[in-house]
């Protein structure tokens, strides 16, 4: 959480830093139709960190996950068709 926060309260500069690779990724006509790929912080093309890919932590991501929705109370989705 700190790593999330930290850029917020190091000013613009650290900001502009944090965010460099997705805006990179988002406007630069290079990438486009990529999809699936890790990227560095210069957008370079990377390997996927060991945590990111290990089933104990996408499993337990994903529970938090469920946790975290479930605590919002029941879905609205669909409403709009409700009569």
């Known amino acids: 959480m700190l790593k999330l ?3 917020v309260f190091s000013g613009p500069a650290a900001i502009a830093r ?3 690779s997705s805006v990179f990724l988002a406007t630069d006509p ?6 699936g790929g890790y990227y560095d912080r ?3 093309p990377t390997e996927w960190p060991a945590f990111a890919t290990d ?14 929705a479930a605590s919002c109370g029941p879905s ?4 709009e068709h409700r009569p």
């Open 30 to 35: 290079g990438v486009e139709g990529r999809a």
């Open 5 to 7: 926060l930290l850029p």
């Open 55 to 68: 089933p104990d932590t996408c499993a337990a991501v994903w529970r938090e996950c469920a946790r975290v």
């Open 18 to 20: 944090a965010s460099r």
């Open 42 to 44: 210069r957008g370079e």
């Open 76 to 79: 609205r989705a669909g409403d």
